[in-house]
């Protein structure tokens, strides 16, 4: 019988720079996704690569002297070095650069023309130069500012190809409402409510202010612009359109496309889109997870916060660095990195838990049958409870797997962990081993525990591949022992298995020891990536700093500044960017709008003291009252407020 297929998909990475941790998780969970399903027996495509184009890459290449492929030649070896160490294994590599990518998107390109949904025009509007961007007006920040570097903007105009949207409103309405394409689905009404309802805007396409990208073919002014290129990855590494590969009919409609919050608009609203435009089926489900953060923002190379991968996996290998990973980020939601949880994480389920049960229960079968169990068994009452539990690990672990849920899965099957843990201090091996009378007892309990290892070790696999085959070696547990077929079965080892003590699993960790290491070896990788990067990317300015015009003391006087206590904040309903705070100001109260929601949780601001302008006069963001305004440092990245020491009375005026 031939096997079922199943195709996964990770976002295909920018090269402009080293991958960090954060870059890790998609990865890591998407390998973990594609190893369950092998397991269980289906025919995987697991995707990943590398998005090459654009001004950010033909820039830093010019900086450096050389070619953006050479640039982005020698990056995409770092990503696939990674990966390596990661032990991630996935079936193709698709890089936009490759011959049949720029092939198959220059036909999809032609095709969305043909078809009219494809057309030429003006793009016109506010433009940003540094980041040459253009932003409409609702885009732009609560100063009227570009909304990424929060510089001015300026009217201009450009010839650019668009792609009509509002032909798929309702079909993408219903898909992201009605059906179990998007997940977590409470993320729908927000897609709904921000970007459909208010009508969707059509797409720019092109561009022909660079060109480092794929030349339109009919009109080689133009490259395609970002997404056309870049979602298209999905259906090109296949085959679409055309001659290197040759299953697309076999593994489209993917199964789970994965991707983080901030890329979920494009693959929840553009991509079926465009599949809809070119009458593609549309992908089964878009998993959406939140960012690995660290202090509070999303680690990124150019905040200077990256944790390096290689170097963790370098002190408590690979596998624990993906359990961590997949551990503490539930889909939907941001996980904060900290190396205290880690460590922590690593020691109490890993050495303590896991590592703990298989090293005792070699231990115990070594030291008291010399490595074999004998035949004779005695069971008790006790054994039923426990073999119950792991008998009900395959279902349960399943249905989590089947809902793209890795977090639940892995706490399912450390439940069964704990309870085998537990089923040691209910037995007590180490006082029937002291007595030659209850040997079969000591037996039968020692068997339970090797065969629930079998279990558990077998659906840790996929999660941490590299460790659990040393596992499987030290309960004397074949290859077929632990297929997916066996899983739900108790007793497969054989009756007279044969342990062999081994490597401790996960050495146990001296937390204050490794913690200080770690954090002066961090502080000296965020130091080296700062020195790295350009002064831009620091947040300092580029160009010299030109100061407004003079004002008087009397002038500034004018300005009245405050601290005040950020008692509540929320997001400002119908806007992605706003957040709207309640302040204790020493007066009574006030409300605050702020455009930093992109870059500030509520709970990073509630409970902090903050300094902002209290005499501005009240106006209305997106029909929200703010009565004054939250100060900030206009770095490249976006803002980042002021806070002020927890010691200064709220009200006080700040000169
Ligand atoms: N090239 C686009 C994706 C195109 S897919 C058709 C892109 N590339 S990226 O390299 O900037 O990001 C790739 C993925 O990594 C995104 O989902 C992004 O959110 C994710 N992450 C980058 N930093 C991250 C964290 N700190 N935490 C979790 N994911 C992070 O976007």
């Not at 020698?74 to 160490?85: A, G, H, M, P, S």
């Not at 049949?100 to 969305?112: A, D, P, R, T």
């Not at 465009?274 to 680690?299: C, Q, R, S, Y």
């Not at 077929?480 to 497969?492: H, I, Q």
Request: charged share 30%.
């Amino acid at each position: 019988m031939s096997k079922k297929p199943f195709y996964i998909t990770t976002p295909i990475y920018y090269p402009s720079g080293n991958p960090h941790i954060g870059h890790c998780y998609t990865t890591v969970a998407c390998d973990s996704i594609a190893r369950y399903k092998r397991m269980q027996g289906y025919d995987v495509m697991f995707l990943t690569g590398t998005d090459e184009h654009g001004l950010k890459i033909e820039q830093k290449a010019a900086e450096k002297g050389i070619t953006p492929k050479a640039y982005v030649d020698e990056i995409v070896e770092t990503f696939k070095k990674l990966w390596k160490y990661m032990n991630i294994d996935y079936d193709r590599y698709i890089r936009t650069t490759d011959d049949y990518h720029v092939e198959s998107v220059q036909k999809i390109f032609k095709e969305l023309y043909d078809r009219g949904y494809i057309y030429k025009g003006e793009y016109s509007g506010k433009y940003c130069t540094p980041c040459e961007s253009f932003w409409t007006d609702s885009q732009l920040d609560e100063n009227g500012c570009c909304p990424e570097c929060h510089r001015p903007v300026a009217f201009a105009k450009e010839e650019a190809y668009f792609m009509k949207m509002s032909p798929f409103a309702d079909r993408i309405e219903k898909l992201l409402l009605e059906t179990d394409y998007l997940r977590p689905k409470t993320r729908a009404t927000e897609l709904v409510n921000n970007f459909i309802k208010p009508g969707l805007e059509d797409l720019c396409v092109s561009r022909t202010t660079f060109k480092w990208g794929i030349p339109v073919s009919f009109d080689d002014k133009h490259v395609v612009y970002v997404w056309i290129d870049a979602l298209s990855n999905y259906i090109t590494a296949l085959g679409y359109l055309n001659g290197a590969y040759t299953d697309f009919d076999k593994f489209w409609p993917a199964d789970v496309h994965m991707v983080a919050k901030d890329i979920m608009r494009f693959h929840a609203i553009i991509w079926p889109a465009m599949l809809m435009a070119l009458d593609i089926p549309l992908p089964k489900h878009l998993a959406v997870h939140g960012w690995i953060t660290f202090n509070g923002e999303k680690m990124s190379k150019s905040l200077g916060n990256v944790v390096d991968p290689f170097v963790l996996g370098e002190r408590y290998g690979c596998d624990a660095i993906r359990y961590h990973i997949l551990r503490e980020m539930a889909l939907g939601a941001d996980s904060s990195f900290s190396n205290e949880i880690m460590i922590n994480r690593i020691n109490s389920d890993l050495a303590n838990g896991f590592g703990n049960l298989v090293s005792r229960t070699v231990a115990m079968a070594d030291k008291y049958f010399g490595g074999t169990l004998p035949s004779e068994r005695e069971t008790d009452a006790v054994d039923e409870d426990f073999k119950s539990v792991i008998l009900g690990l395959l279902p349960a672990v399943d249905a989590e797997m089947e809902e793209t849920k890795i977090k639940q899965a892995l706490e399912e099957i450390f439940k069964a962990v704990d309870r085998a843990n537990k089923y040691i201090d209910e037995t007590e091996p180490w006082k029937l081993g002291k007595d030659e009378t209850k040997k079969a007892r000591l037996a039968a309990v020692l068997y339970n525990l090797l065969d629930s290892i079998r279990v558990i070790s077998a659906l840790l696999s996929p999660f941490m591949p590299t460790v659990m085959p040393k596992v499987w070696e030290q309960i004397g547990a074949s290859a077929e022992d632990v297929e997916y077929g066996k899983l739900g079965t108790f007793g497969v080892l054989p009756e007279n298995v044969t342990v062999h003590k081994g490597e401790i699993l996960f050495p146990r960790i001296d937390v204050e020891k490794e913690i200080e290491e770690l954090n002066s070896l961090i502080q000296k990788n965020m130091d080296e990536a700062k020195s790295n990067l350009s002064s831009e990317e620091k947040g300092e300015t580029a160009e010299p700093i030109e100061l407004a015009p003079e004002i008087s003391i009397d002038d500034f006087a004018k300005v009245e500044l405050r601290v005040a206590k950020v008692t509540e904040c929320e997001k400002v309903k119908k806007s992605s960017k706003l957040l709207c705070l309640q302040l204790d100001d020493g007066m009574g109260g006030r409300q605050v709008v702020s455009g930093i929601a992109k870059y500030y949780k509520p709970e990073d601001l509630i409970g902090r003291k903050i300094q902002f302008v209290a005499n501005l006069k009240p106006c209305k963001l997106c029909g929200v009252d703010s009565n004054g305004m939250i100060c900030a440092a206009d770095t490249a990245d976006g803002p980042k407020v002021i806070f002020v020491d927890d010691s200064i009375p709220v009200g006080t005026k700040i000169r």
